[in-house]
């Protein structure tokens, strides 16, 4: 279903008072927005957005808005894209989840979806007020920011450890086999077709594929295989797409995480593979991937899992997940969205840390 124009705008334009009270009052009633001013956007085409464009607005108010802050950031839709699977998902965290987690994440203020147009709003803090930073693949990560984004999974992962909540209040919850998610990743004409012609005309992606002595098909078939065989293993609630350019670092150098579009109920060496492939230097991964590994599966027993998996078994799974990371982390991603700097080390990272860890050989036994 493509994104044309709807409910909520796809550029810096149109995000007028009365909309903004809108978002605004589901949670805080009684407040009024009286002047919208821009102060910047980010679009698809500026090589700093992926699947959904930002812009920062500073907002008055009228009523009681003690708890708003006057400058936040709407992430919005793109007219050149049109995953509205994701959309949708993203709304339903902040709109059902996010009041309920207790880690370090973005604070939301209001959001909406609209389906017929394929629109959305997420009306969220701008972490640079809180003197935040923003790593990734070109830019070093310290082994304890490393850990605290660990810790931060180790948390999010206990709370929902195989939680009876999926049978219930939480059955929206979409997995990685079932759901809009899996279709848009399945669907023989979506994304693995999509996969295919983006390998075939990018020549990096193409010779980096044939270095690893696969073929895209090859690829996909891990992907499915590896999908299936982790939803039959412990699950929990997973933020689902954990390169190091979804994650925040404080001033502290303590970790946080932003972008919930692929939020699922999954396997947790999915979120922990992902982080530390593209977290680290490929030689310190190399040098500190085990030791990290370890650390998280302390950490989830400190945050309340009583038996959480074997080293042996975690170390198995996360070189199993290696496969998610190359086929639906980076393949998929045009270089417009980071530019080339970012695309390449990215495809370098994940597909070094493919071939090291054998995942090849792996998914190749699991048929």
């Known amino acids: 279903m493509p994104v044309h124009e709807g ?3 796809l550029t810096a334009d149109g995000w007028t008072p009365a909309l903004m009270t809108e978002l605004i009052s589901g949670n805080h009633p009684g407040v009024r927005v009286s002047n919208v001013t821009v102060v910047e956007a980010s679009l698809y085409g500026d090589q700093m957005v992926s699947t959904s464009g930002r812009t920062v607005l500073d ?26 699977a994701l959309y949708d998902n993203e709304v339903g965290f902040y709109g059902r989840l996010r009041p309920e987690i207790e880690i370090e994440t973005v604070r939301a203020f209001g959001c909406g979806f609209d389906r017929e147009s394929c629109t959305y709003a997420l009306l ?5 007020q809180r003197g935040v930073t923003f790593p ?14 660990l810790d931060l999974l180790a948390r999010l992962h206990a709370r929902y450890w195989q939680s009876p909540r999926f049978s219930g209040d939480l059955s929206w919850v979409q997995t990685h086999v079932s759901g809009p998610l899996h279709e848009k990743f399945h669907r023989p004409d979506a994304l693995p077709v999509a996969i295919a012609d983006r390998v075939a005309a990018v020549q990096f992606k193409r010779e980096m594929v044939q270095r690893m002595g696969v073929t895209v098909d090859d690829l996909y078939n891990g992907f499915k295989a590896l ?8 699950n929990t609630l997973l933020h689902g797409d954990t390169h190091i350019g979804n994650t ?3 001033p502290d150098g303590s970790g946080g995480l932003l972008d919930w579009q692929l939020f699922v109920r999954g396997y947790c060496l999915h979120d922990v593979s992902y982080v ?19 650390y998280y599966l302390d950490r989830l027993k400190a945050h309340g899992v009583a038996e959480p998996p074997s080293f042996d078994d975690a170390w198995t799974e ?5 496969v998610w990371n190359v086929y639906i982390g980076w393949l998929t991603t045009p270089v417009v969205n980071y530019g080339w700097e970012i695309s390449i080390m990215a495809h370098l990272r994940v597909m070094t840390a493919f071939e090291d860890l054998e995942t090849k050989k792996l998914l190749a036994e699991m048929r």
């Open 7 to 9: 409910k909520y705008p």
């Open 318 to 322: 996360y070189r199993r997940a290696s």
């Open 227 to 234: 999908q299936h065989h982790q939803s039959r293993l412990p």
């Open 276 to 294: 530390i492939a593209t977290g680290l230097a490929i030689e310190d991964r190399r040098k500190h991937e085990r030791d990290l590994l370890r």
């Open 59 to 84: 907002l008055d108010y009228e009523g009681a808005s003690a708890d708003l802050p006057r400058r936040m950031l709407v992430k919005q839709a793109q007219l050149e894209l049109s995953p509205e």
């Open 136 to 149: 990734n693949v070109t830019v070093a990560v310290s082994l304890d920011s490393m850990r605290s984004l």
């Open 248 to 250: 925040y670092l404080l």
């Open 124 to 128: 969220l803090e701008d972490l640079r």
